[in-house]
């Protein structure tokens, strides 16, 4: 691999990605910053996801449990941190993506989604991901694993 040094089969340099950069630790994805979430955004990722849950959609539903208002499925942010990920590679080479929900995501909140390179093994990239709003909680946090040799 151009830009790699390898030693007994693990990485121990760095390498480049599919657009010929030097990938290595501490490498940042480009931060995607999504939209406000809207009502409408969640009436329609209920009825794309299957996910029906009347606290994502329904204010009295939301009230009854304790909530302020609606908020976002913690799905939907998931997507946006694949999208995250489809806009940096091709999604062929994602391995593996798992998330921890950690704070709920308040509608109108704007959620952005983040991404850096902390490690590089035997051509795959481990990418520690998180979304967060603009107060700073962070409402996902997880992994990925991309191929990149």
């Known amino acids: 691999m151009t830009g790699s040094e390898r030693s ?11 657009d010929g950069r030097v ?4 490498t940042e994805l480009p931060p995607l910053a999504v939209a406000p979430i809207a009502r409408s955004t969640l009436a329609l990722f209920a009825g794309a996801s299957g996910d029906t849950n009347p606290i994502h959609i329904d204010l009295d539903v939301a009230r009854s449990a304790g909530f302020d208002d609606v908020f976002a499925h ?4 998931m997507a946006y ?3 995250l990920l489809t806009g940096w590679v091709p999604q062929e080479r994602i391995l593996s993506f798992g998330v921890r929900f950690a704070a709920i995501t308040p509608v109108h909140a704007q959620p952005t989604c983040t991404g850096v390179v902390s490690a590089v093994e035997d051509g795959v990239a ?15 946090i997880g992994h990925a694993d991309i191929r990149i040799g």
């Not at 481990?126 to 996902?140: I, N, Q």
């Open 126 to 140: 481990r990418v520690d991901l998180k979304v967060a709003l603009a107060d700073g909680t962070v409402t996902l």
């Open 74 to 77: 913690g799905m939907l942010s």
């Open 8 to 18: 007994g089969g693990c990485m121990t340099g760095k390498t480049a990605p599919m």
């Open 23 to 26: 990938l290595d630790a501490g």
């Open 81 to 83: 941190l694949g999208r």
